[in-house]
């Protein structure tokens, strides 16, 4: 069964320092890795993904993340974090029947 | 293009009854997803349905069901609610294993 932890409920940073949202993954095949973001009252939007090809994968906001195979891991990371990056971040991984499967979420907290 | 809109936004009802969802995807996308987010559960996934069919289901028992018509609208339905039924209801549509957009959610209400 394929399975997403996110090991940290809380990540907390000063804005303007980097930040890392970390994900680790279980799937059988080629994953399909993907981070969402969920603001407060909001539905959930997605951040960016990774399929094949470049490690290192950008997306919106300024945001990008890491995949490494051997590791299975996927984590969100962003140089300079914003007040405004605050909320509840998910990650997901989707397998080639297409079926989801997203972590608890980690909630971050920008502090001015 | 239109997101994807998910009526009602806001629903309350009691044990035992029951409810219809409705999600209609962003034009084009063939793949629609539904899933129930609490604060203590997470986002639990329920279905995926594509073109028409279900395509993967998650481990909710059988109250919860679903369809998906052939322009892609999609509803599921909750028998015999329960009060830990009450949660926020995301549906998602995608094109095939791709990126999924989430619509607002509908907000059910059990008492």
């Known amino acids: 069964a394929q399975s997403v932890a996110q090991p940290e409920d809380q990540v907390n940073v000063a804005e303007g320092n980097p930040l890392t949202v970390k994900c680790t993954y279980s799937v059988s095949g080629n994953p399909y890795l993907f981070w969402y973001v969920q603001y407060p009252n909001r539905g959930l939007q997605f951040l960016l993904k990774?399929?094949?090809?470049?490690?290192l994968v950008k997306g919106s906001y300024g945001f990008e993340a890491e995949f490494n195979k051997s590791q299975t891991s996927f984590h969100l990371k962003k140089p300079s974090a914003l007040v405004s990056d605050s909320a509840l971040y998910f990650c997901a991984v989707r397998n080639n029947a297409g079926k989801s499967t997203f972590g608890d979420g980690t909630t971050l907290t920008v502090k001015p | 293009k239109a997101g994807v809109t998910q009526t009602p936004r806001y629903l309350i009802k009691t044990r035992g009854q029951q409810v219809t969802l409705s999600c209609s995807p962003i034009?084009?996308?063939?793949?629609v997803s539904w899933y129930q987010q609490t604060p203590g559960q997470g986002l639990q996934f329920l279905f995926e349905y594509f073109s028409e069919t279900q395509r993967n289901k998650g481990n909710f028992p059988g109250r919860f069901s679903g369809r998906q018509f052939s322009n892609s609208r999609s509803e599921m339905n909750v028998s015999t609610l329960e009060l830990g039924d009450s949660a926020l209801y995301l549906c998602?549509?995608?094109?095939?294993?791709?990126?999924?957009?989430f619509g607002p959610g509908t907000r059910l209400t059990v008492l």
């Open positions: 034009s084009g996308h063939r793949s």
């Open positions: 990774y399929i094949t090809g470049d490690n």
């Open positions: 998602a549509s995608s094109l095939g294993k791709l990126e999924q957009f």
